[in-house]
């Protein structure tokens, strides 16, 4: 009884396994190559899958998904002889996981040693300046020459990425140096234009100023002249309602010679003409008052003593006119 228990032992270990190696579960996104006997058979896609056990085997599984590869610094050679360090981001996918099994030992490997070659190639025809401003026409450039020669291993390149463009260290000192230059540069042309525009402003601002100042000045010489006219307009008004007599006019006529004499600066004055008439008329309004108080003698030698004291200032007037 007991070597037919082991065989039974030994028949149920072995449909297990069998019924293991059958049935093969391939998850979503992925496929799995299989060999029957070493040669290729047929791709397994996702789900639940039978093989042959002990026949067919599972060479290879492959993920169908998006993969992204990065790769490490390179060192580049541009036109100009520089050497530049270059950083590259591969995103590719299988589309095909019979030829990526079959078709190339090892498509990351084939993949990043194409990516050196043909990036080596792009960067050799542009100088250190065009390399580093002209990262979508390398990548673009870069991305067509992947795509052509990965398509027969079964693998598409989706994108390629420059992660970083690093030139020696002595020409980004000189970068640096030539930015902070530029930087100096368009500081000193806005500070400029800052001090112009202020300039222009404070100009703008001092010629609306004295126009404005100008302007009131006028205003208000015009508002004092017009109050000066109407100032002598009432007193001649005022003169002609009282009426005055030519003794009164003779009398104010006197009182503003002193006036006329004020100040340091007078040096030379002139009498009018018209002082004699004035005098006249003030001598005849004495003679008529001496009359009515010191008598007809009185009246007569003052009248005399008048009339040779307007002669006197006849004389006396025109040394002082030549």
């Given at each position: 009884?007991?070597?037919?228990?082991?065989?039974?032992?030994i028949?149920?270990?072995?449909?297990?396994?069998?019924l293991?190696?059958?049935?093969?579960v391939?998850?979503q996104?992925s496929?799995?190559?299989v060999?029957?006997?070493?040669?290729?058979?047929?791709t397994l896609?996702?789900?639940?899958?039978?093989?042959?056990?002990f026949?067919?085997?599972i060479r290879?599984?492959?993920?169908?998904?998006?993969?992204?590869?990065?790769?490490?610094?390179q060192?580049v050679?541009t036109?100009d002889?520089?050497?530049?360090?270059?950083?590259?981001?591969?995103?590719y996918q299988?589309?095909?996981?019979?030829?990526?099994?079959y078709e190339?030992a090892?498509?990351?490997?084939?993949i990043?040693?194409?990516?050196?070659?043909?990036?080596?190639n792009?960067?050799g025809?542009?100088d250190?300046?065009?390399t580093?401003?002209?990262r979508e026409?390398?990548?673009?450039?870069?991305?067509?020459v992947?795509?052509?020669?990965?398509?027969?291993?079964g693998i598409r390149v989706?994108?390629?990425e420059?992660?970083?463009i690093e030139?020696?260290?002595?020409i980004q000192?000189?970068?640096?140096?030539?930015?902070r230059a530029d930087?100096?540069k368009?500081a000193?042309i806005?500070?400029?234009?800052?001090?112009?525009?202020?300039?222009i402003?404070?100009?703008?601002?001092?010629k609306?100023?004295q126009?404005?100042r100008a302007?009131?000045?006028?205003?208000?010489?015009a508002?004092?002249?017009?109050?000066?006219?109407?100032?002598?307009?009432?007193?001649?008004?005022?003169?002609?309602?009282g009426d005055?007599?030519?003794?009164l006019?003779?009398?104010q006529?006197l009182?503003?010679?002193?006036?006329?004499a004020?100040g340091?600066?007078n040096?030379l004055?002139i009498?009018?003409?018209?002082i004699g008439?004035?005098?006249k008329?003030?001598?005849?309004?004495i003679?008529?008052?001496?009359?009515?108080?010191?008598?007809?003698a009185?009246?007569?030698?003052?009248?005399s003593?008048?009339?040779?004291?307007?002669?006197?200032a006849?004389?006396?007037?025109?040394?002082?006119?030549?």
């Open positions: 009884m007991e070597p037919i228990i082991i065989v039974l032992i028949l149920v270990v072995l449909v297990f396994i069998a293991i190696k059958t049935i093969q391939i998850p996104a496929a799995a190559i060999e029957r006997f070493g040669r290729y058979t047929r896609n996702a789900g639940l899958n039978i093989v042959v056990p026949i067919d085997s290879n599984r492959i993920d169908l998904r998006e993969q992204v590869v990065p790769f490490p610094p060192p050679i036109q002889n520089l050497v530049v360090n270059i950083d590259t981001v591969i995103y299988v589309t095909d996981a019979r030829a990526a099994t190339v090892s498509y990351i490997q084939a990043e040693q194409l990516t050196v070659t043909t990036l080596r792009i960067i025809g542009m250190l300046e065009r580093l401003t002209s026409e390398i990548n673009a450039a870069l991305r067509g992947l795509d052509e020669a990965t398509g027969k291993w989706n994108r390629v420059l992660k970083a030139p020696p260290t002595s000192d000189s970068m640096e140096k030539q930015m930087r100096d368009r000193a806005l500070t400029a234009e800052g001090t112009r525009q202020a300039a402003l404070t100009a703008e601002g001092e609306q100023s126009i404005l302007e009131g000045e006028a205003k208000a010489a508002l004092r002249a017009e109050g000066e006219a109407q100032a002598i307009r009432t007193v001649f008004e005022s003169i002609h309602a005055p007599d030519q003794k006019l003779s009398y006529y009182q503003m010679l002193p006036k006329i004020e340091d600066a040096k004055w009498v009018p003409s018209e008439d004035a005098l008329g003030l001598s005849g309004a003679g008529n008052f001496g009359p009515m108080t010191g008598g007809p009185a009246g007569s030698s003052g009248a003593g008048n009339g040779a004291t307007g002669t006197g006849d004389r006396r007037e025109k040394p002082s006119i030549d």
